[in-house]
């Protein structure tokens, strides 16, 4: 999910591209607007791809690949809602376009909720990277509670973000959150070389299909792919908004490639002993190890704030916050207690990604530009293509059953494990 400007989001990799200026100046080339495009579709994704491909097995790297064409489609697809009115700048633009006050709503409900958990699942990888490496720290009493390690580097890292959530403006850190797509092939040459040349090798064969583990792994296949939220803003800041699909099809092969590699050699290191992040089952001490693990933490620390702004500012707005400093303050510390909360609760990393890939990343990248791109075209008079018809239904029934059979696997994985 990778943030926007404030009045949009970020997509559920969380990888940042810099906001564009809306004058002539600001406008972004093809291949600036390329990057950007595959820092928005890059993000933590990349860390449980190997697990999911252990849920699915090799015959779901087709589903896969699927995903990939439908969500590069329906990024399309919102291109062509924004042309249909120089008004649209951001997805809720697009709902409101197409269904009107309550469009407007569902989408950015979806956009905020989707936000809130990619901000948990951040605060979890957190405590579960903090965890591996330093495996010796033991848990604390806090009051009249019993804190356990890795709730405590929870906490930690709650502590750690906090301050950084608390600043109207995040340049600073948006800078720093644009350099995901570095740490993402720093993170995958790490992994590589543990394979290489620290002992671990390529020698699981792995399941040619796991049947009960396929929806958990089409869930967390649609939370890749999520970047849709920033896709107007990618858009409008383009000089040439022509080249638009061609951007689109870059970005979707790129990402589809490093996933894919990253899937592939992981479930060849580890097959079915995967665990929810590959870094997690890297071998302890080794300083390839070490690297993967810090470049995975780092990241997180420096988007957090970009993931939670919007949904502040949207909170900040509903309750007439105004330039009151302190109330913003008590608003955002409110908001990052609330996920650190639902992150001791449910500590449960791939679980929670994959809930939010199926019930929210499917939603925003299937069936909404769908559903409003059908109603748009019915609005402005858009030629009726019946292939085009077609593909959209079929991609509705798709997207409808991902939601209904990931959420409930989701929902069914936690709470087998709360138990």
């Given at each position: 999910m990778a943030t926007t400007?404030?009045?949009?989001?970020?997509?559920?990799?969380?990888?940042?591209?810099?906001?564009?200026?809306?004058?002539?100046?600001?406008?972004?080339g093809f291949l600036k607007t390329c990057f950007n495009g595959v820092n928005a579709l890059s993000g933590i994704g990349l860390l449980s791809i190997p697990y999911a491909l252990s849920q699915g097995g090799w015959s779901s790297l087709s589903i896969f690949l699927a995903i990939a064409i439908i969500c590069c489609y329906t990024g399309v697809l919102l291109q062509r809602c924004m042309d249909a009115s120089p008004l649209v700048s951001t997805y809720p633009d697009i709902g409101a376009l197409a269904f009107g006050r309550r469009g407007r709503l569902a989408v950015a409900a979806f956009m905020y909720l989707e936000l809130y958990l990619v901000a948990v699942d951040f605060l979890i990888l957190e405590g579960d990277n903090l965890h591996k490496l330093f495996p010796s720290v033991s848990g604390f009493r806090l009051g009249g509670l019993r804190v356990s390690a890795k709730q405590g580097f929870v906490l930690a890292a709650t502590l750690a973000v906090l301050p950084t959530t608390w600043f109207s403006s995040l340049g600073v850190l948006a800078y720093a959150a644009a350099c995901g797509a570095l740490a993402s092939v720093v993170l995958v040459a790490a992994v590589v070389w543990v394979a290489v040349f620290d002992g671990v090798g390529f020698h699981q064969r792995g399941r040619l299909v796991h049947w009960a583990g396929l929806p958990s792994a089409v869930s967390l296949y649609s939370f890749c792919f999520s970047g849709h939220a920033v896709f107007p803003m990618i858009y409008n800041g383009m000089k040439d908004r022509k080249r638009f699909p061609m951007v689109l099809f870059i970005c979707f092969l790129v990402s589809t490639l490093s996933y894919?590699?990253?899937?592939?050699?992981?479930?060849?290191?580890?097959?079915?002993?995967?665990?929810?992040?590959?870094?997690?089952?890297?071998?302890?001490?080794?300083?390839?190890s070490k690297v993967a693990i810090y470049t995975t933490l780092v990241n997180p620390l420096t988007k957090y704030a970009l993931v939670i702004a919007?949904?502040?500012?949207?909170?900040?707005?509903?309750?007439?916050?105004?330039?009151?400093?302190?109330?913003?303050?008590?608003?955002?510390?409110?908001?990052?207690?609330?996920?650190?909360?639902?992150?001791?609760?449910?500590?449960?990393?791939?679980?929670?990604?994959?809930?939010?890939?199926?019930?929210?990343?499917?939603?925003?990248?299937?069936?909404?530009?769908?559903?409003?791109?059908?109603?748009?075209?019915n609005k402005v008079g858009y030629r009726k293509r019946w292939v085009e018809?077609?593909?959209?239904?079929?991609?509705?029934?798709?997207?409808?059953?991902?939601?209904?059979?990931?959420?409930?696997?989701?929902?069914?994985?936690?709470?087998?494990?709360?138990?």
């Open positions: 400007n404030t009045s949009a989001t970020v997509s559920s990799n969380t990888d940042p591209p810099p906001s564009s200026s809306s004058s002539s100046s600001g406008k972004t894919g590699f990253m899937g592939v050699i992981g479930y060849l290191m580890y097959g079915d002993a995967l665990m929810s992040q590959v870094t997690l089952n890297l071998p302890a001490g080794k300083a390839s919007p949904i502040a500012e949207a909170v900040e707005a509903a309750l007439g916050v105004g330039k009151s400093r302190l109330l913003r303050v008590l608003v955002r510390t409110a908001l990052v207690v609330g996920t650190a909360v639902v992150a001791l609760a449910v500590p449960f990393f791939a679980d929670v990604v994959a809930l939010t890939g199926a019930l929210l990343s499917c939603t925003a990248t299937m069936l909404l530009p769908c559903l409003c791109y059908l109603r748009v075209r018809t077609v593909a959209c239904v079929v991609i509705v029934v798709v997207g409808g059953a991902i939601v209904v059979l990931g959420t409930y696997s989701s929902v069914k994985q936690i709470v087998q494990r709360l138990k």
